[in-house]
């Protein structure tokens, strides 16, 4: 196991940053590292991006064939043909 102490602020970023202490196991988190080629900080939030669209995409998931529209195909479709 590794500390790590991190701070997740970048300047091309504007969104608000916290600065987080993680243990993680040493091997795991370079191998991972180095196979991205990004530094901790980009290689954890890679990470934690991933696994938010992961979560996401299971929810939805969870809502096929639960969700009525409304709308009908052609509907659709003629609003394209609007464009």
């Known amino acids: 196991m590794v500390w790590l102490s991190m701070r997740l602020d ?5 969104q608000p940053r916290k600065k987080v202490t993680l243990t993680l196991p040493f091997d795991l988190i370079e191998s991972t590292r180095q196979r ?7 290689t954890v939030e890679e990470a934690l991006r991933e696994a938010n669209h ?8 969870k809502l096929r064939g639960k969700v009525d ?7 659709i ?3 394209e043909d609007d464009e």
């Open 54 to 61: 992961r979560w996401a995409c299971q929810e939805l998931m």
């Open 77 to 79: 479709r003629s609003w």
């Open 10 to 14: 970048t300047p091309a970023s504007t």
């Open 69 to 75: 529209f409304h709308v009908s195909w052609q509907e």
């Open 36 to 42: 991205s080629n990004k530094n901790f900080s980009e």
